[in-house]
């Protein structure tokens, strides 16, 4: 056929398909070339596809490890892999063969890596401990791997025989609601939306490919384990229900607009009624709040458990504190790892129908009033010391067969390390916008230590400086400690710029003052640059998939940001926009460190803005700059049938509405 025959082929197709329904066919006709190729997987749990499990005689590949056969068992060596993937696995070079002990293998994911105190003190060292010191005669071997899956888990699951295990510990369930997803995944989810609502897809997600993956990993658990003739031991995940607050930007439920605005008001009569100790006000709005939103936002528990708190019902307290929990799960939303409602229920059911034996931390981190001890968390769901000793003595207890509490949690964790694990814990929690009173908690905690105190001191002259991290004087004060190396060692390769972290920043200030002059800053401070960053994760996160765009979008109703100031007058520079307000003739509202500051009409075109401080309103370190937009969410029908579009061609969605867009926020001091 002649070339030009050819192009106009290809420019007639390419009109057909240039809208979102031409997308929408094309992505159709690429998900029939993949099931006739059988390359679809619908199964979360599934390994990779070529993957083979190798025969101990050969050897073979167990995580980070090649498996080599010996006369005396299977012995694990090191692979040699990048850095940053070792860092997941555990820091173990070489697992000798069991020889005569018994092989216990543990499986898991950050919570069982030991998260923020790896490599010092982990689940798996804590077990080897405590066995040694009952009967001896017991191997543990370390597979916990830092952001497994259900898929990572399935595939180490495949080459799990290798190591010969007697014993199979899987603490896991956190990640399962993060999975990656496949086609078929979203496009289940896309046929959801188009049906009925976001709750629906919602739903879906959590009944049609969750549940369904924990019961398909659960059954090829046992049946790995049989054929290994070992034991398995399921440990359930608890959440920090108490001592963990939402994400700010997930605050507003995916609703249509009308409903929106009537949610966000009863939200303020909520509020208000909290505040006025009308606790049985607050039950029946926020009863309302549910039924508009459908589960949809953490907020409408969140209020619903402060109520309930002070009317001494602490059952109500729990239900309400697991629904904020559970909320945002299964919106393909940005959001910290957790174990749902409908994972602890899969676990726990499938455990008996398994026969396998149980540790619920629900139970056994548990306080007087029935929640989880805060004390045994270093942030949502990763375990302190003391929650880690605990977890390792009730599975002791299990293996040895003895009573449970038996086994006595002992610490055998320095103050110092402990002091330093407090810091990156902050961190950590700084980075999911906790409350303040939490970061001072930990802080405190830690200066009391002089290790401790030397340590954040140390943090907060990096957090203050300019230049290169890796170029700092404090980076070998901060990385001289395994577990601090270890979870610091992504923010080299940053810029001292951009780490922002005011919410940590304002905790050490007022935890351990000033550790001398502050670097002096720029004259023009790009505020945007600055946004709080995590050290530990990277970057800062959307609270959706899609990739970063070049300004900030704000989802909740207030944007907040950090800066620190070198004068005592200055201009704050706005570019901005409201692309979809409710209400015609809503200004967002722009605060500094509590000061109104000025109106910015709204609009869906990008508008600047100048607004004057005065010397009354800056001051010394922390400065914190609050913007409060409008109630955004008109383009609801237009959103929900674009991320109907975008789920089947396998696209991610948008789920939340923009309420606001910054593309600069500069602040130009003047003296």
Not at 155 to 172: F, G, K, N, R, S
């Amino acid at each position: 056929m002649p070339k030009d025959s050819l192009r106009r082929r290809a420019d007639t197709l390419a009109r057909l398909l240039a809208d979102a329904r031409g997308a929408e066919i094309l992505a159709e006709l690429q998900k029939l070339s993949l099931e006739t190729r059988g390359a679809v997987r619908t199964d979360p749990a599934a390994p990779e596809a070529g993957a083979s499990r190798a025969p101990v005689s050969a050897g073979g590949v167990l995580g980070a490890w090649h498996v080599a056969p010996t006369a005396d068992g299977p012995e694990l060596r090191r692979r040699d892999l990048p850095p940053e993937e070792l860092r997941s696995w555990a820091d173990v070079a070489h697992v000798p063969a069991a020889r005569d002990s018994s092989r216990v293998v543990l499986l898991g994911e950050s919570s069982a890596r030991g998260f923020l105190l790896d490599p010092l003190l982990t689940p798996a060292s804590a077990l080897q401990r405590q066995l040694d010191a009952a009967t001896g005669g017991y191997q543990v071997v370390d597979l916990a791997h830092t952001g497994a899956d259900l898929r990572d888990l399935g595939q180490t699951l495949q080459q799990l025989p290798q190591a010969e295990p007697d014993i199979v510990v899987v603490y896991a369930g956190n990640n399962w609601v993060r999975s990656r997803h496949t086609p078929a995944h979203l496009d289940l989810m896309a046929g959801a939306l188009r049906g009925g609502d976001y709750t629906s897809m919602r739903r879906a997600y959590m009944d049609r490919i969750v549940a369904p993956g924990v019961e398909q990993f659960l059954d090829r658990l046992s049946r790995v384990t049989r054929e290994c003739g070992s034991d398995v031991i399921v440990v359930i995940p608890e959440f920090n229900l108490r001592d963990w607050i939402h994400d700010s930007e997930l605050e507003l439920p995916p609703l249509p607009a009308k409903d929106l605005l009537t949610w966000s008001d009863l939200r303020s009569r909520a509020e208000a009624a909290l505040a006025a100790a009308d606790d049985d006000g607050v039950l029946a709005i926020t009863a309302e709040m549910t039924r508009l939103d459908g589960g949809t936002s953490p907020v409408t528990g969140h209020l619903r458990a402060r109520a309930a708190e002070r009317t001494g019902d602490l059952g109500a307290v729990r239900t309400a504190l697991v629904d904020s929990r559970d909320a945002v799960c299964g919106l393909l939303a940005t959001h910290t790892p957790r174990i749902t409602t409908d994972i602890r229920t899969a676990l726990t059911e499938g455990a008996v129908r398994h026969g396998f034996r149980a540790v619920d931390l629900a139970e056994l981190l548990r306080a007087e009033d029935g929640l989880p001890d805060p004390a045994h968390f270093l942030d949502y769901c990763h375990l302190s010391s003391t929650g880690i000793e605990m977890t390792a003595a009730a599975v002791a207890d299990i293996i040895i067969g003895h009573t449970p509490g038996h086994t006595s949690p002992q610490n055998h964790i320095s103050a110092a390390d402990r002091a330093i694990g407090d810091v990156l814990a902050a961190i950590h929690n700084s980075y999911y916008g906790q409350r303040s009173t939490r970061l001072a908690a930990l802080v405190n905690s830690a200066v009391a230590v002089p290790e401790g105190r030397t340590f954040a001191t140390s943090l907060l002259r990096l957090l203050e400086s300019t230049g290169p991290v890796w170029a700092s004087v404090t980076v070998s004060a901060l990385t001289a400690r395994p577990h601090a190396a270890r979870y610091l060692a992504p923010m080299l390769s940053r810029s001292a710029e951009t780490l922002g972290m005011w919410r940590l920043q304002q905790a050490l200030c007022e935890a351990i003052g000033r550790p001398g002059a502050a670097a002096a800053e720029d004259r023009t401070v790009d505020v945007l640059r600055t946004a709080e960053q995590g050290l530990i994760e990277g970057a800062f996160q959307s609270v959706d998939h899609r990739p970063e765009r070049a300004f900030l979008q704000g989802f909740g109703p207030v944007t907040n940001l950090g800066f620190r100031a070198a004068a005592r007058r200055a201009v704050v520079r706005l570019t901005y926009r409201v692309p979809a307000a409710i209400r015609a003739g809503d200004c967002a509202a722009v605060f500094l460190n509590g000061h109104h500051l000025g109106e910015l009409p709204g609009g869906p075109h990008w508008t600047s803005a100048d607004l004057l401080v005065g010397p009354e309103v800056l001051r010394d370190g922390v400065n914190r700059i609050e913007v409060r937009w409008p109630c955004g969410g008109n383009d609801w029908a237009d959103r929900r049938v674009e991320d109907a579009c975008r789920l089947a061609r396998g696209d991610y969605p948008v789920v939340r509405a923009v309420q606001g867009e910054l593309f600069d926020l500069l602040v130009e001091m003047n003296d």
